[in-house]
């Protein structure tokens, strides 16, 4: 067990192995840190973290030494002393901050990253008000491409190191260099190499000030506008968990957030950009039933129960032809609840597993430059394309006692079997078509077919009924990813004009009454599936893992 | 007092060939027969360390004790570095070393190799060195052929190859991890330490870093004795604990306002007054000297009446200098415009800084900016507190930086902002300006 004191306070840190950052943190005292991550080589070069330290004696003399150090190099050990206010610490820290503005436009107002900027923040709590420089500032010339999602501000850069670091150490392909030397020093790319993988806009994320910058977002909302609840990622079985940013139902930006349980520290360009959708003109914003032919939009009030009467009326005919399709997209809960409306309208209702859409396969980072894997995995982007298969099937497993695929779901609507199929989807574009056109052929055999989906399709063209669907950023719920790790995702803006969610749905389609709550419905279906028992507690922000 | 007879310099004083056979005709390797014979590694350790040898690289490292810091029975490799980049202004012995007498140094660094367990010595030397180039690699190819290099050296069972590695030319591939970066191919950013470069230095692997002039030494003190050595120079002064004795022959550049500039050997401990008066044949066009950049122009600046100082480990430190450095002086005569020297300083650290580390690419940028602006006469006095204030933050200070560099551009900063205040003062309040004569005379890199 080891003693640090930080500022007169002991902190116990246990036998946690902790640089002098992280061992200040404990304390609840903020050491300025720049080119340090906790994901990246550390090279103490910005010098942001000087911090005088010494070593308490067992006779409780403290010995301080003369030279200060660099916090993120430093290993807190056993009776280490920090002094980060001492005069020695705050000279050191105001010198480099205004070493840092020398060179650096100051051009907040137009800048991205203002409101959120390591340069503003740290500037305010321990710089200086004023420049002393009158001399000219240096003015490299700004690289607008270096990327497809990424751009550079040259100017801002205060040369941390951590985008370098990122290609070479995580997406291992080392786009990134430094050229020049001394002041004059800046980030470029190698001629006609860009900053392309996969992973590239995570150096957006890792800039502490507004040198790099996502196209995507650039210009595009100031960030003391946004608002942020915490998501997962749909795109893959990674389950990246993310930051969600959205003002007045307007879903604007994903970031990665930190969980050791799930990705770490990042995410992949592929699910960071794949939310346009959630702001797409073109979903569903109303119910609608075929009427003379053509689909009218219906008020749900209405619609709800009709389309309730008539599975019902269907079941009692034949108890097993009817059926529904539980997408991949569901949340454990909505997978539970539609499971329960069609059991609970007929025990033999059939259930079947949405399209598990897969594509090639993971993706293993770091890579050379050829594209092969090399050394332990530091970031998988993952073949599986859905969020939430595992999660679906465990629901099915208890409550059907078995999975059928969607293949099934397929035959039995093309060969007559099933009179009433209720279809759910909500694929993110990135997952791709989920249907083929013979797959078309024997679905719309089905005489109520049921769909519920996003935008219109080729299969809602040929629906009875259609009901909108809702994206994860609209929907409180859980998601279990490729590791058996449920998280918790958060809705942050508002399902369109229909404004129920798919859970909703069902919930209503059962008549349950009220608004649908997710934690409690947790409760419930985890006192039901054993599997999905600790569904029960709290997730907290990092999930729990399932056996 | 009897002249000092040259050791380093014997040969070349001499006009020797620096061909194989004439060097063994002069007694060239007596010292490597005599090691592989009569010595184990540890005894040549040993007597490296009783000479009381430090490191001519700069930073004055006693070397026999930097080589002890090597992992006790580690199985290899371990790896030697000749740190020949020589790009400190005005130095030059190295360079001297190497083109005129190259097996003397090839001599200390099979030696080394011995003593420390190493089968690969890396010679990184400066790119522009062109004539050190050929005449080292003709040497080591004289030396392949006589079995002086090689598999099973002299019989004895020794393995040693030497491989000659260009630098590109930076003068941050002279500091150690800069070299060691370097040499691996990478950008040359010293390394954070610890772990220092004895416990994991050229490709993760133990690694010894030693000036070319430190392996001339040690050819000596293993054909003479560590005895002779440390009959020559300074011992330790009493009054500082701290200086481990300036022990030995020291080879001095003499550049700038003197009438022959060049390159003498000495024992350590010759005052600068002596060097320029007796050795530089006193300052040019009959002037007076105004001061000396001492020990290549990291170490500070030293006025006139500072003169009487001795250039060893522990004499600039007395008047505030950081140390002895190269042990090259440079001197500027009275007419020299102190803004003009401080202004070529900072040109080439500003130039050279590395840009890894916050106070110093940015610090020695700004410096030079100010200066810049101070030699077109529009300096102001509370420029002065500024330069001050960034010097002490770039390296005075101790541990606001990776490496020595910034140590090097503040210091001399530090030092003229104290010792010609009176001056810097008047030339900002008369508006002064500068031509770009003096650029010439620190190396405008
Ligand atoms: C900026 C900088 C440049 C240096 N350049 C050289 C050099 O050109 N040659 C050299 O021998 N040492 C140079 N050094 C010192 C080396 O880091 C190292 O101390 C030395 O090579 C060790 O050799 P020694 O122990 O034999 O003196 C430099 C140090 C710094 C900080
Ligand atoms: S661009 Fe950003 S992340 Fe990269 S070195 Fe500059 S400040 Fe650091
Ligand atoms: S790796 Fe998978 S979960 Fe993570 S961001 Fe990419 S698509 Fe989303
Ligand atoms: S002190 Fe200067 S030269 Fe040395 S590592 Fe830091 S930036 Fe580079
Ligand atoms: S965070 Fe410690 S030196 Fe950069």
């Given at each position: 067990m080891a003693t640090v004191h930080i500022n007169g306070a002991a902190v116990d840190i246990g036998d946690e192995k902790l640089n002098l950052v992280q061992a200040a943190k404990k304390a609840g005292v903020e050491i300025p840190s720049y080119c340090w991550h906790p994901a990246l080589s550390v090279v103490a070069s910005c010098r942001m973290c000087l911090v005088e330290v010494g070593e308490k004696k067992p006779d409780g003399t403290v010995a301080m030494q003369p030279r200060v150090v660099p916090a993120c190099q430093t290993p807190a050990k056993d009776g280490t002393v920090v002094n980060t206010i001492s005069e020695k610490s705050k000279y050191a820290q105001e010198r480099t901050l205004e070493s840092l503005l020398l060179n650096h436009p100051l051009?907040?107002?137009?800048?991205?990253?203002?409101?959120?900027?390591?340069?503003?923040?740290?500037?305010?709590?321990?710089?200086?008000?004023?420049?002393?420089?009158?001399?000219e500032k240096n003015t490299p010339p700004n690289k607008d491409y270096i990327g497809d999602n990424v751009t550079l501000f040259t100017d801002r850069c205060i040369m941390c190191s951590r985008c370098v670091r990122f290609t070479r150490e995580i997406s291992g392909t080392s786009e990134l260099q430094i050229l020049n030397r001394g002041h004059h020093a800046e980030i470029d790319i190698f001629p006609e190499e860009p900053l392309n993988n996969k992973l590239a806009t995570n150096v957006v994320d890792l800039c502490p000030v507004g040198a790099l910058c996502s196209k995507d977002f650039l210009y595009k909302q100031r960030v003391w506008?946004?608002?942020?609840?915490?998501?997962?990622?749909?795109?893959?079985?990674?389950?990246?968990?993310?930051?969600?940013?959205?003002?007045?139902?307007?879903?604007?930006?994903?970031?990665?957030?930190?969980?050791?349980?799930?990705?770490?520290?990042?995410?992949?360009?592929?699910?960071?950009?794949?939310?346009?959708?959630?702001?797409?003109?073109?979903?569903?914003?109303?119910?609608?039933?075929?009427?003379?032919?053509?689909?009218?939009?219906?008020?749900?009030?209405?619609?709800?129960?009709?389309?309730?009467?008539?599975?019902?009326?269907?079941?009692?005919?034949?108890?097993?032809?009817?059926?529904?399709?539980?997408?991949?997209?569901?949340?454990?809960?909505?997978?539970?609840?539609?499971?329960?409306?069609?059991?609970?309208?007929?025990?033999?209702?059939?259930?079947?597993?949405?399209?598990?859409?897969?594509?090639?396969?993971?993706?293993?980072?770091?890579?050379?430059?050829?594209?092969?894997?090399?050394?332990?995995?530091?970031?998988?982007?993952?073949?599986?394309?859905?969020?939430?298969?595992?999660?679906?099937?465990?629901?099915?497993?208890?409550?059907?006692?078995?999975?059928?695929?969607?293949?099934?779901?397929?035959?039995?609507?093309?060969?007559?079997?099933?009179?009433a199929l209720f279809v759910t989807a909500g694929y993110s574009p990135n997952a791709g078509q989920?249907?083929?056109?013979?797959?078309?052929?024997?679905?719309?055999?089905?005489?109520?077919?049921?769909?519920?989906?996003?935008?219109?399709?080729?299969?809602?063209?040929?629906?009875?009924?259609?009901?909108?669907?809702?994206?994860?950023?609209?929907?409180?719920?859980?998601?279990?990813?490729?590791?058996?790790?449920?998280?918790?995702i958060h809705w942050a803006v508002r399902p369109g004009w229909f404004g129920r969610t798919d859970g909703q749905v069902f919930a209503d389609l059962m008549e349950r009454r009220g608004l649908l709550n997710a934690e409690g419905l947790r409760k419930e279906l985890a006192a039901e599936i054993p599997a999905l028992a600790p569904l029960a507690g709290n997730l907290g922000e990092q999930g729990v893992k399932l056996r | 007092m009897t002249e000092f007879e040259p050791v380093l310099l014997k040969r070349i004083s001499k006009k020797a060939s620096p061909s194989l056979d004439a060097y063994r005709a002069d007694g060239g390797y007596r010292a490597l027969t005599k090691a592989l014979n009569e010595m184990t590694p540890a005894y040549v350790v040993d007597s490296v360390k009783a000479s009381g040898m430090r490191g001519r690289g700069g930073a004055g490292f006693p070397c026999g004790v930097k080589w002890t810091?090597?992992?006790?029975?580690?199985?290899?490799?371990?790896?030697?570095?000749?740190?020949?980049?020589?790009?400190?202004?005005?130095?030059?012995?190295?360079?001297?070393?190497?083109?005129?007498?190259?097996?003397?140094?090839?001599?200390?660094?099979?030696?080394?190799?011995?003593?420390?367990?190493?089968?690969?010595?890396?010679?990184?030397?400066?790119?522009?060195?062109?004539?050190?180039?050929?005449?080292?690699?003709?040497?080591?190819?004289?030396?392949?052929?006589?079995?002086?290099?090689?598999?099973?050296?002299?019989?004895?069972?020794?393995?040693?190859?030497?491989?000659?590695?260009?630098?590109a030319g930076a003068y941050i591939c002279g500091e150690e991890t800069g070299l060691i970066e370097s040499l691996e191919g990478k950008r040359g950013w010293p390394r954070i330490k610890p772990p220092?470069?004895?416990?994991?230095?050229?490709?993760?692997?133990?690694?010894?870093?030693?000036?070319?002039?430190?392996?001339?030494?040690?050819?000596?003190?293993?054909?003479?004795?560590?005895?002779?050595?440390?009959?020559?120079?300074?011992?330790?002064?009493?009054?500082?604990?701290?200086?481990?004795?300036?022990?030995?022959?020291?080879?001095?550049?003499?550049?700038?306002?003197?009438?022959?500039?060049?390159?003498?050997?000495?024992?350590?401990?010759?005052?600068?007054?002596?060097?320029?008066?007796?050795?530089?044949?006193?300052?040019?066009?009959?002037?007076?000297?105004?001061?000396?950049?001492?020990?290549?122009?990291?170490?500070?600046?030293?006025?006139?009446?500072?003169?009487?100082?001795?250039?060893?480990?522990?004499?600039?430190?007395?008047?505030?200098?950081?140390?002895?450095?190269?042990?090259?002086?440079?001197?500027?005569?009275?007419?020299?415009?102190?803004?003009?020297?401080?202004?070529?300083?900072?040109?080439?650290?500003?130039?050279?800084?590395?840009?890894?580390?916050?106070?110093?690419?940015?610090?020695?940028?700004?410096?030079m900016k100010i200066l810049d602006r101070m030699r077109k006469g529009l300096g102001r006095v509370e420029d002065l507190k500024i330069l001050d204030d960034v010097a002490k933050s770039i390296g005075i200070m101790p541990g606001t930086t990776i490496c020595g560099l910034a140590d090097g551009a503040g210091w001399p900063i530090k030092n003229a902002v104290q010792k010609f205040r009176s001056e810097l003062e008047e030339y900002i309040r008369k508006g002064e300006r500068s031509t770009a004569a003096s650029l010439q005379m620190v190396g405008a890199h």
């Open positions: 051009d907040c107002p137009v800048c991205d990253k203002a409101g959120e900027c390591g340069l503003q923040d740290y500037t305010f709590r321990y710089g200086r008000a004023t420049t002393r420089m009158i001399e506008f946004l608002k942020t609840q915490q998501s997962v990622c749909a795109d893959c079985s990674t389950g990246c968990s993310t930051h969600l940013d959205y003002n007045k139902d307007i879903v604007y930006r994903l970031r990665p957030r930190d969980n050791p349980q799930a990705q770490g520290h990042f995410m992949c360009d592929e699910g960071r950009l794949d939310y346009e959708y959630v702001n797409a003109k073109e979903r569903f914003q109303q119910p609608l039933a075929r009427v003379e032919g053509k689909l009218t939009p219906q008020a749900w009030e209405k619609l709800g129960p009709q389309i309730r009467s008539e599975l019902v009326g269907l079941a009692r005919k034949k108890g097993d032809a009817i059926g529904a399709v539980l997408s991949p997209f569901l949340t454990v809960e909505e997978a539970y609840l539609l499971a329960k409306l069609m059991k609970s309208i007929a025990p033999k209702a059939r259930l079947y597993l949405g399209y598990v859409p897969v594509r090639g396969k993971d993706d293993q980072y770091p890579q050379d430059r050829q594209g092969n894997p090399v050394g332990p995995a530091k970031f998988t982007i993952r073949a599986e394309k859905c969020p939430n298969r595992r999660g679906v099937e465990a629901v099915l497993r208890q409550l059907q006692g078995e999975v059928l695929p969607f293949e099934t779901a397929v035959r039995d609507a093309g060969n007559g079997t099933l009179q989920w249907y083929q056109t013979a797959q078309l052929e024997s679905l719309k055999k089905t005489p109520t077919l049921i769909v519920q989906d996003l935008m219109p399709s080729t299969l809602s063209a040929e629906a009875k009924y259609v009901i909108p669907a809702a994206t994860w950023a609209e929907k409180d719920g859980v998601f279990v990813n490729h590791a058996n790790l449920a998280q918790a | 810091f090597l992992p006790k029975d580690h199985p290899g490799p371990i790896y030697l570095c000749i740190n020949a980049d020589e790009s400190e202004p005005c130095t030059f012995n190295n360079r001297i070393l190497m083109e005129e007498d190259p097996h003397q140094v090839l001599e200390g660094v099979v030696l080394a190799c011995y003593a420390i367990g190493a089968k690969t010595a890396y010679f990184y030397l400066r790119y522009e060195y062109g004539r050190a180039y050929r005449a080292l690699q003709k040497a080591i190819d004289e030396m392949y052929a006589a079995g002086l290099l090689g598999k099973n050296i002299m019989g004895k069972g020794l393995d040693c190859d030497i491989f000659l590695h260009r630098g220092f470069p004895a416990i994991e230095g050229a490709f993760r692997k133990p690694t010894i870093v030693n000036n070319v002039e430190t392996m001339a030494c040690v050819t000596h003190i293993i054909d003479r004795g560590a005895d002779w050595f440390k009959s020559i120079g300074v011992p330790p002064d009493p009054k500082n604990p701290r200086d481990a004795g300036s022990y030995g022959p020291k080879l001095y550049c003499i550049s700038g306002h003197v009438n022959n500039p060049g390159c003498v050997e000495l024992p350590l401990g010759v005052t600068v007054r002596e060097l320029i008066d007796k050795h530089g044949g006193g300052v040019w066009k009959g002037r007076k000297a105004k001061g000396v950049i001492p020990g290549g122009i990291s170490m500070g600046i030293m006025t006139e009446a500072e003169f009487d100082t001795p250039l060893d480990f522990n004499g600039p430190g007395k008047v505030g200098c950081l140390g002895l450095g190269t042990a090259a002086i440079t001197v500027f005569d009275d007419q020299t415009s102190i803004v003009d020297v401080l202004y070529g300083i900072a040109r080439f650290f500003a130039h050279e800084s590395c840009g890894q580390c916050t106070p110093c690419r940015e610090g020695t940028g700004w410096m």
